[in-house]
């Protein structure tokens, strides 16, 4: 039976789920890493400026977090009016526009910040439709899978069925039981990473092959963003070929980009679709006050926006802060031999230019650490599939991270070799890849687990049975008719009301997802920089370790109250 229906986990067609995989989700980070990455050549080869350059590239780099700070949760409301589609669409047109922009600049200020802010534009759109689009590729399923059991419970209730959906157990089988949110995030996070191994291997080396064809340096970085542009315009029409026709996205488009009245889309939808579609017009305000109250109100909604503050942080700790700290260490050892010291603020291109040996150590140990993560990515997938109740792969990553953060604070030297190295720094560094990609994986999965309403509770359907007339009534109000025949399956009925009930805000959750992932880069960047000047190298890796502590107690304490849940129900 479960063989049988697995392959309904991906309801979405084979083309939209490819589409979502292998354009949508790499590509989001692909271009990310590629511009942060360039930006330091941007400024001192095309530009001319060698004096501020670090500051100037810190700058650029806030202005974009701050922007996408902003940005992610109005395009999340603006997806939930046009859909998903057409968001992913544009936000990827605005990359490629932007990137052929960034190299027109002749000055840092206004020009290539403009340049950045517009990309940083684009890139909040893609970034947030990667968690919008997560619920619309497996919600169908959930549904579909619901309805069946509802059906078959309400026409064959027998004492066996009884006595296992008392037990929270459906005896139809595991597939009734499937989230396919949660193994879907798993490859979700796999194919992200490999966006990004993508822009070390293939978009990154394009000034230096240019150069080797006798182009200038300032010419081969303007070619080679053209050529990015390129491919990030292809990506903009994927998108919008292949995310057509998805599940729970009729009715959206440009017309409801204006429109704030329920239900008049609805004219030839049942009843049930007219609700749905008169909560997707509420008022905009309303779509992002509501996102954001269901922080506070839905358990796994406020886990998972609490797994994507950490996770985004756990990025900029091992991008940022691990180089930094393993460039401090080379510094203050006097282990570097040039002759001048890298700028404050500068990035990896600055300390591979001022020691050569901290930028290959920490090459390696980031290396490490984003390896472990993408093999460990589908195996958090799979693990947050079979644990929803309490998230118990959540709660080991958060774990994780508090452990692996503090032994790196705490570490004496960072090398691997040497008299003074010690091999265990590789132990360190695959701990927080384990940690950042199961904060990245199991925070999507529960978050789209809490946007179709499951997750929370696996007795979902006995609690509905058990409370039939009180659902024969609030369908009654919900629905604001009362007449859907005495053949109607009252159970599949409330059980594909409640599944869909958070749908219609999808987008608007996603981005306010965004917009603590986003709260979290921005703190960490800010508290742990100028702390690790004035305390200690070690600082923000301690901050990282409350980061995830908190995520931990946030996640025992769902886990408690979800047990509790089950305990009153039974």
């Known amino acids: 039976m479960a063989m049988a229906s697995s392959p309904a986990l991906f309801t979405a067609s084979r083309g939209q789920t490819l589409t979502y995989l292998l354009a949508v989700c790499p590509f989001s980070i692909a271009f990310l890493v590629f511009i942060n990455s360039s930006v330091s050549f941007v400024v001192t080869d095309l530009i001319g400026l060698h004096d501020g350059e670090g500051n100037a590239v810190g700058t ?10 902003a940005a992610c949760p109005l395009w999340g409301v603006l997806s939930d009016r046009i859909g998903v589609r057409h968001v992913c669409a544009i936000g990827y047109a605005i990359i490629a526009v932007a990137l052929v922009l960034f190299v027109q600049a002749t000055n840092v200020y206004p020009q290539l910040l403009l340049g950045r802010l517009l990309f940083s534009l684009g890139g909040s759109a893609v970034s947030t439709m990667v968690t919008a689009v997560l619920p619309t590729v497996t919600g169908k399923a ?31 089988g595991a597939a009734t039981r499937a989230s396919p949110s949660a193994r879907l995030s798993g490859f979700v996070g796999l194919f992200a990473g490999c ?113 994507g503050f950490v996770a ?106 040497g008299p003074d190295g010690n091999a265990g720094v590789f132990v360190v ?30 007795d979902a359907l006995r609690k509905i049975y058990a409370e039939q007339g009180v659902d024969r009534q609030g369908a009654h109000i919900h629905n604001g008719h009362s007449g859907e025949g005495e053949n109607q399956p009252l159970l599949a009925h409330s059980v594909d009301h409640r599944l869909q009930h958070l749908s219609h805000l999808k987008g608007s959750i996603a981005g306010v997802y965004s917009l603590y992932g986003g709260a979290g880069i921005l703190i960490l960047t800010k508290a742990g ?42």
């Open 60 to 69: 650029l780099g806030f202005a974009d977090e701050l922007l996408a700070l």
């Open 142 to 172: 959930l549904r579909d899978q619901a309805y069946r059991a509802s059906v078959s419970s309400e026409l064959t209730i027998t004492p066996a069925r009884l006595n296992g959906l008392q037990n929270g157990h459906h005896p139809d």
């Open 195 to 307: 966006g990004a191994l993508v822009s070390l291997g293939v978009f990154l080396p394009l000034p230096a092959r240019f150069e080797k064809i006798g182009l200038s340096p300032a010419e081969a970085i303007r070619r080679s963003y053209y050529l990015v542009a390129a491919v990030a315009m292809i990506i903009s029409l994927i998108s919008f070929i292949g995310l057509r026709n998805l599940s729970e996205e009729e009715g959206k488009g440009w017309r409801a980009l204006w429109s704030h009245h329920s239900g008049q889309h609805a004219d030839d939808q049942d009843d049930d679709d007219e609700a749905f579609h008169g909560q997707e017009r509420m008022p905009y305000w309303k779509q992002l006050t509501t996102a954001l109250l269901l922080g506070f109100r839905n358990r796994s909604i406020a886990l998972g926006y609490m797994g």
């Open 312 to 417: 985004r942080a756990s990025s900029v700790a091992i991008s940022l802060f691990i180089p930094l700290a393993v460039n401090h260490y080379y510094r203050v050892s006097g282990l570097c031999n040039e002759d001048h010291e890298p700028m404050p603020n500068s990035g990896l291109g600055d300390i591979k230019k001022a020691c050569p040996r901290a930028y290959i150590l920490a090459s390696i140990l980031t290396g490490v650490s984003q390896l472990i993560a993408l093999l460990a990515a589908p195996a958090f997938g799979y693990l947050t599939d079979k644990s929803r109740r309490y998230n118990v792969p959540l709660l080991v990553a958060a774990f994780v991270g508090v452990v692996g953060y503090l032994a790196f604070g705490f570490l004496p030297n960072p090398q691997f070799k």
């Open 429 to 458: 560094m695959a701990l927080l890849g384990i940690s950042q990609i199961g904060a990245i994986v199991c925070s999507l999965a529960v978050l789209s687990n809490g946007i179709l309403q499951v997750g929370v509770d696996d």
């Open 529 to 570: 920089g100028s702390l690790f000047d004035v305390l200690s190298s070690g600082t923000p890796f301690y901050i990282m370790a409350v980061f995830n502590g908190i995520l931990l107690v946030t996640g025992l304490v769902c886990g408690i109250l979800n047990a509790r849940s089950k305990g009153v129900s039974g």
